[in-house]
Each structure stands twice: as structure tokens, then as C-alpha cells.
């Protein structure tokens, strides 16, 4: 199991400008082990700073943290550093924020093979698997002419207070291995502050709903 990344997005209006490293360290506090590896140079609508676990996007529309290769995704300061950054900026209006889980996982080829089938014959399942009564399912096949194979399939959730959504992309790689490139988003243009806390201070809340949803379709186990 690898952990690729994991970010977390908040959609509004900032101003890139601000994010230097000064401001991440002096303003922010934030403690990320020395200068930047990497700097772009200082555009007008974009800013990012790559340093050696983590590294930040910001231009007009969107802030976004990122944190490589992380072991163990529930202890990821992001969610410190993003409450941090936000905190630092009261005005700034914010819209959406959105959490992403990237993993390559090896399956059993049996169980691939099972999903696959559901996925040609019995969709349903995905509805029963996570207990919902409706879900958005996309398939992507390689077809010749002997046979088609699931290539690639994406799952959507939505809540239904409609405040949050989910969005699970599966690739199919070599050696019974799998991509998983998982999304949560939540809206956020009423209470502010209080959603804020809710998708920072819970935000292990936020991994397991990653968590579950794996676990019931692919019923095998990871942390």
C-alpha cells in the first residue's frame, strides 16, 4: 500500500501574494524543516512553495496543501495548517473545501474480478454496499472483439442535506494493484468558521468516510 498524497482544497477568492514562505513561518508558525526545495517565480494570480513533505498552491480561486507520501494520513498536520492559514485571513471568502485521499492498493484478483463483474451486471450492489438509496456510477471499458474489460470507474455520493458529496475514481493497474483517487467536498458559504472547525478539528471524521466506503466495497482492511 503507498500513499501517494493527500490535500486539502478550499475554494474562495485569495490572494496569492500573501503566500510566501515568511508567511508560512513568521505568521503562520509553521515549522517546514528549513527554506523551500522548489519556488516559482512571483506571478500576479499564482503562488506555490514546495518544500520536502509538503508544499502550497494558492492563486485567485483556490488555496490547496498538499502533504507526499504521507504514512499515516490521520496524524497529517494539514488540517492544523490549513485552520492555521484561514485563521490568519478572517475576510477572505471561501466556498467550498474539498479533502483528497490518493492510494495504490493490491487486491485480490478474485476480488477485482468480483467487482468487475457487479460492474457489468449488478450495480446495485455499490447502492447496497454503502447503504444509500441512489449513487452516480461511471465505467470506463476496453472493448475488442472478443470481450470488454473495466478499465476504470468512478462513484459519486451525494448527501442528502446536499451539503456534502463524495467522489471515488478507481484505475486498474498491473499486478492486481488499483488507484484510488478519493474526494470529499463539502460546501461552505453558510457558517464560516463553524465549518471550518468541523473540516479541520474533524477531519479524521472526514478519512474514515474514505475508510468506509473502501472497506464495504472492497472488503479488505486499511488504516
Known amino acids: ?22 508567511f508560512l513561518t513568521a505568521v503562520c508558525g509553521f515549522d517546514l524543516g528549513g527554506k523551500p526545495t522548489k519556488e516559482n517565480p512571483p506571478m ?14 494558492a492563486d485567485l480561486g483556490r488555496l490547496q496543501i498538499t ?10 498536520k494539514l488540517p492544523t495548517y490549513l485552520k492555521t492559514y484561514l485563521d490568519k485571513l478572517p475576510y477572505t471568502p471561501i466556498t467550498k473545501y474539498g479533502a483528497n485521499f490518493s492510494r495504490n492498493i493490491e487486491i485480490r484478483e478474485k476480488k477485482l474480478n468480483d467487482i468487475e463483474q457487479k460492474l457489468l451486471k449488478d450495480r446495485q450492489y455499490f447502492c447496497k454496499a454503502l447503504d444509500v438509496a441512489e449513487i452516480q456510477l461511471e465505467v470506463i471499458f476496453d472493448i475488442s472483439d472478443e470481450a ?10 451525494i448527501a442528502q442535506s446536499g451539503e456534502s458529496n463524495t467522489t471515488m475514481n478507481v484505475q486498474l493497474l498491473e499486478d492486481s494493484k488499483i488507484k484510488i483517487d478519493f474526494n470529499y467536498e463539502i460546501n461552505l458559504e453558510q457558517n464560516r468558521d463553524e465549518r471550518i472547525r468541523k473540516i479541520t478539528d474533524d477531519y479524521a471524521k472526514v478519512y474514515d468516510v474514505f475508510l468506509f466506503q473502501f472497506r464495504k466495497i472492497f472488503e479488505k482492511k486499511i488504516s
Not at 12 to 20: K, M
Not at 67 to 76: G, L, M
Not at 148 to 157: A, D, H, N, S, Y
Request: hydrophobic share 40%; glycine share 2%; with cysteine.
Open 1 to 22: 500500500m503507498i500513499n501517494d498524497y493527500i490535500n486539502l482544497v478550499v475554494l474562495g477568492n485569495f490572494n496569492p501574494s500573501i503566500l510566501t514562505h515568511n
Open 148 to 157: 470488454e474489460t473495466v478499465k476504470r470507474w468512478i462513484l459519486r455520493t
Open 67 to 76: 502533504e507526499k507520501n504521507c504514512e499515516n494520513p490521520k496524524q497529517s
Open 44 to 57: 500576479p494570480v499564482i503562488a506555490s512553495l514546495d518544500y520536502d513533505s509538503f508544499s502550497f498552491f
